[in-house]
Nanobody, 121 residues
């Protein structure tokens, strides 16, 4: 079984910064892509950023230039550095990971429980 644990959320003023972490634990062979998503009240969950195993990144237009996704493979951890936060960034942030459990290139997607980010104006 694989567990993903997000941390680093909180309350911050507009213009501030937060760094989210997503740590994977359990028994698995490797982690392929990792993504950060967010869901604001009354809205659908949306992709914020994604990073492949090779380090290629994708960002939502709304966060380009403000957020940076990264990963530390040796620690099975991914990060989302969020700068220049805006009230509209307020949401629950979730990470997901495509995990290769047995080393046979079959990937299973896991989700974390989410961490709340609140940006005050």
């Amino acid at each position: 079984q694989v567990q993903l644990m997000e941390s680093g959320g909180g309350l911050v003023q507009a213009g501030g910064s937060l760094r989210l972490s997503c740590a994977a634990s359990g028994s698995f062979s490797s982690i392929d892509a990792v993504g950060w998503y967010r869901q604001a009240p009354g809205k659908q969950r949306e992709l914020v950023a994604r990073i492949t195993s090779g380090g290629s990144t994708t960002y939502a237009d709304s966060v380009k230039g403000r957020f940076i996704i990264s990963r530390e493979n040796a620690k099975n951890t991914a990060y989302l550095q969020m700068d220049g936060l805006k009230p509209e960034d307020t949401a629950v942030y979730y990470c997901n990971a495509d995990v290769n459990i047995r080393g046979n290139y079959i990937l299973t997607r896991y989700w974390g429980q989410g961490t709340q980010v609140t940006v005050s104006s």
